[in-house]
């Protein structure tokens, strides 16, 4: 069973910055490409970033791409999102999950249930 644990959300003002750390349990998180979700009020669920499992290349949503960093920590089995330069619309809950079609953002779909999430709150 894929079970992650979302954490690091928060309440911050416009050009803050956030780091979200998504701890896996259950399995060995670097034999899977893994994405970063958010879901804004009102609106569905949304790819954010992926990191693919073979060579961990990274992707990006173009609202976010030169702002947000997704990276592993493979002996933590963790994986993180560098959240810089937030903005009010990156306001939403975020979660993570196993991603496919990891390379196509916009599209990718995730695998198994959504966990609990963090909540990103950007003011202005």
């Known amino acids: 069973q894929l079970q992650f644990v979302e954490s690091g959300g928060g309440l911050v003002q416009s050009g803050g910055s956030l780091r979200l750390s998504c701890a896996a349990s259950?399995?060995?998180?670097?034999?899977?490409?893994i994405g970063w979700f958010r879901q804004a009020p009102g609106k569905e669920h949304e790819g954010v970033s992926c990191?693919?499992?073979?060579?961990?290349?990274?992707y990006y949503a173009d609202s976010v791409k030169g702002r947000f960093t997704i990276s592993r920590d493979n002996a933590k089995n963790t994986v993180y999102l560098q959240m810089n330069s937030l903005k009010p619309e990156d306001t939403g809950v975020y979660y993570c999950?196993?991603?496919?079609?990891?390379?196509?953002?916009?599209?990718?779909?995730?695998?198994?249930?959504w966990g609990q999430g963090t909540q990103v709150s950007v003011s202005s």
């Open positions: 999950a196993v991603a496919r079609g990891c390379f196509t953002v916009a599209t990718m779909v995730p695998f198994g249930s």
């Open positions: 259950g399995f060995t998180l670097d034999k899977y490409s």
């Open positions: 990191t693919m499992s073979d060579d961990g290349s990274t």
